[in-house]
């Protein structure tokens, strides 16, 4: 051990005992103290392995930094080819994604849980390459005894942040790790470059990707005229805004569905335009635009018809049995739950998502999702008649009874609702219905075939119960 590598471990000793030390540069002394705050012992204490193989592997397909592992590991294939030597890749969080070397130093990784799926955030992990240089937000090298665990001490790591340069979000850290005897000023830069890279291409992804997200909806959002719209990122990010500047350029929070309120008080409207977004933002004028009613015709009829915003739509029969089961279940069904009481069964959640995404373009902001269900006061004829069925003559009831519910539906959701509301009626009818109630039943094209109506029809003076 020389004297620069003694003097550290006496300045490492001194500082981990909680004694003052000029040894040790301020931004390590200041990520010891994070460490101790948090509890993180240097001789017990390891990096949790979090994240389970499966879900590693999920990450690696689907995370934003998969798109560039490739660039940043050609970037830094000298690193990852050298005996010795680590690269690895992490989450914003500090999660472990991608670790590459050779197999004898892999092996001595695992000792310190350095392996995929394992924390190595400041909080568990105390001082480290990928640890610091996320909470410092900047580049930065731990040099051998700088490391706050023991079992990392043998190494130096230099380590940088990526971010999203269009977003400003950090999303992960890439590090070269090799043993501390061998490491040199340059491997910081080296990292830094890497991490450079790998942001131009995220941000170069993100821009094309928001692109397409104006070409495609951006007609769709501004279609209601005379009305301050916008198109919104599912980050919060202002896509296309008309006219420019009404809606601050980002969001402070994750959007969601529904009425919001700007800081200057106007009220504005959230409309998912797809299960992952982006939105669709409107200024409402007055209230929060969810006060209308939203009318459903769906007696007799194969397809329902929808009264909203002072227009009709006649929905497509899917369309017309998946608005039928949400309005009758108010507080809203998953997508599992819709799938399976429209389709049976073999219901897919895909084919739910789908239509759901086809049915927006109707119904628009006044369609929830997680779970789905109808947002704002809505009214269905099929449930007003269940409701007001105990209390209203026969003949007020026929009257508002042109047919089943959706009678051509085979959904089993549909079907359950049909039955009920029919079977009640013509209960009631049975008991209390007159000779011309009965006759109505009879001559209609769902009572011609009632044996009981036509017995209780027979029994029945004219004009009398």
């Not at 030390?21 to 390590?28: A, F, G, H, L, W």
């Not at 590090?175 to 490491?183: F, H």
């Not at 089961?325 to 819709?338: E, Q, S, V």
């Not at 073999?346 to 927006?360: D, H, N, Q, S």
């Amino acid at each position: 051990m020389d004297d620069s590598t003694r003097r550290m471990a006496r300045a490492r000793e001194d500082a981990l005992s909680g004694r003052r030390t000029t040894q040790v540069r301020p931004e390590v002394r200041a990520s010891w103290n994070r460490a101790r705050l948090q509890g993180v012992h240097p001789d017990r204490s390891l990096p949790p392995v979090e994240l389970a193989d499966d879900r590693v592997r999920g990450l690696q397909h689907a995370h934003p930094l998969a798109a560039v592992w490739p660039t940043l590991l050609g970037t830094l294939s000298a690193a990852a080819t050298e005996p010795g030597h680590l690269v690895f890749v992490s989450d914003a969080a500090g999660h472990l994604l991608w670790v590459v070397g050779d197999r004898p130093t892999r092996k001595l990784a695992e000792r310190a849980n350095l392996v995929p799926g394992a924390l190595w955030s400041e909080s568990q992990a105390g001082t480290s390459g990928v640890g610091t240089a996320l909470a410092l937000r900047r580049p930065f090298q731990v040099r051998g005894r700088e490391h706050f665990l023991s079992v990392a001490v043998e190494f130096t790591c230099s380590a940088a942040p990526i971010r999203n340069p269009v977003t400003g979000e950090t999303v992960g850290a890439v590090d070269v790790t090799c043993p501390a005897p061998v490491a040199n000023s340059l491997s910081l830069s080296l990292v830094a470059a890497a991490a450079q890279l790998a942001e131009a291409q995220l941000g170069e992804q993100t821009r094309r990707h928001d692109e397409q997200m104006r070409m495609r909806y951006v007609d769709r959002v501004m279609r209601r005229r005379g009305l301050q719209s916008a198109l919104v990122s599912p980050d919060g990010r202002v896509l296309h805004a008309s006219p420019h500047g009404w809606l601050p350029q980002r969001w402070p929070s994750p959007p969601r569905e529904g009425p919001a309120t700007l800081p200057d008080g106007r009220q504005v409207l959230f409309e998912r335009l797809s299960s992952a977004g982006p939105f669709a933002v409107h200024y409402v004028d007055g209230g929060d635009g969810t006060g209308e009613t939203l009318h459903l015709r769906a007696l007799g009829r194969d397809r329902a018809l929808v009264d909203l915003n002072g227009a009709t739509h006649e929905l497509s029969s899917r369309h017309s049995e998946l608005v039928v089961l949400l309005a009758a279940h108010p507080a809203g069904l998953p997508a599992d739950t819709l799938a399976r009481e429209a389709y049976g069964p073999g219901g897919k959640t895909v084919t739910v998502r789908a239509e759901m995404t086809r049915l927006r373009r109707v119904l628009g902001h006044r369609l929830g999702s997680d779970p789905y269900r109808l947002l704002g006061p809505t009214s269905a004829d099929f449930l007003a008649l269940d409701e007001d069925l105990p209390a209203t003559g026969v003949g007020e009831l026929l009257d508002r009874y042109p047919g089943p519910l959706l009678p051509s539906s085979r959904s089993e959701g549909v079907a359950a609702l049909r039955d009920r509301l029919h079977h009640r009626l013509r209960g009631k009818l049975l008991s209390d219905g007159d000779a011309d109630a009965l006759t109505r039943w009879v001559t209609s094209p769902h009572g011609r075939d009632d044996p009981p109506a036509l017995q209780a029809l027979r029994s029945r003076p004219p004009g009398g119960a």
